[in-house]
């Protein structure tokens, strides 16, 4: 069986989350190439200009474009047999969620599930979910991320989730802990487990510039702030302000080397 002394940190498990447009698809592409890509939110010709800021080959990130949680677990499944990737990102949870839960609906639309089971639900004309789809979307997260974790393991990639985040969440009457934003999913619960297996959590940012007709100045938190929840394994600084920098290569690799160069002191 393994012992500490054989974990080396060459691959992460990493959730990069926050609001739109605070760079987070863009710093997954500065992971170790070739990549892959769950392209779920479907939106990768936004990647072309930091592709060629960065000088990226374009056969180097493969993707493919999804609808249904089927299409995700098989091609999942396959990647387990064969990866011949370095990193594979999916990009976003949140639109896997939507995606989870418009199966449902297709399939249970219009029929019963069995005698006093629950039938699709049109409100308005507009079919809906029901709390028990959420239970379904906890089933298919749950396999997503097993899967996700045995071809990190077996294979030795790197697993980037690309997530949103739901604005500040109020403290219940009485609470005497904080209450972090969460990521969004369909489900609360299912969105407050995801986070939980990942290494490292960063959560990402924009600084307003003091011209308000130029740019912010773009960062990630690697630290728990209490509002907004991160976290990391590697020594990275508690606030990173990347700006148009690679995160992987000026940052997340140096950090990397330096931990596997340092052995974990033997107690004796």
């Not at 912010?216 to 976290?231: K, M």
């Not at 990347?242 to 052995?263: R, S, V």
Request: charged share 25%; with cysteine.
């Amino acid at each position: 069986m393994p012992t500490m002394d054989d974990l080396k940190d060459d691959n992460l498990f990493v959730m990069l989350k926050g609001e739109p447009g605070t760079r987070k698809s863009t710093q997954a592409l500065s992971f170790p190439k070739p990549q892959y890509w769950f392209s779920v939110d479907k939106k990768m010709r936004a990647l072309k200009i930091p592709m060629n800021n960065w000088r990226i080959n374009p056969a180097d990130v493969q993707f493919d474009d999804y609808s249904d949680y089927d299409a995700i677990r098989v091609k999942l499944e396959k990647l387990q047999v064969t990866c011949p990737f370095r990193t594979v990102v999916f990009d976003s949870v949140t639109s896997i969620g939507d995606a989870i839960n418009r199966q449902t609906i297709k399939i249970k639309t219009g029929t019963t599930t069995k005698a006093g089971g629950e039938k699709g639900m049109r409100i308005g004309g507009i079919n809906v979910n029901s709390i028990e789809d959420y239970k379904a979307e906890n089933a298919a997260f749950q396999e997503v991320i097993a899967l996700s974790k045995d071809i990190q393991s077996f294979h030795k990639v790197n697993i980037v989730l690309i997530a949103h985040v739901v604005g500040e969440r109020k403290l219940d009457e009485g609470a005497v802990t904080h209450q972090a934003r969460i990521i969004i999913t369909g489900g609360k619960a299912i969105s407050g487990k995801i986070p939980a297996y990942c290494d490292e959590v960063y959560h990402f940012n924009v600084e307003s510039s003091l011209d308000a007709s130029k740019e912010g100045n773009y960062g990630c938190l690697t630290v728990h702030t209490g509002a907004d929840f991160a976290r990391t394994s590697l020594p990275l600084p508690a606030k990173i302000m990347f700006g148009n920098d690679p995160l992987y290569d000026k940052w997340i690799k140096p950090a990397i080397e330096q931990l596997n160069k340092q052995p974990l002191t033997t107690i004796k």
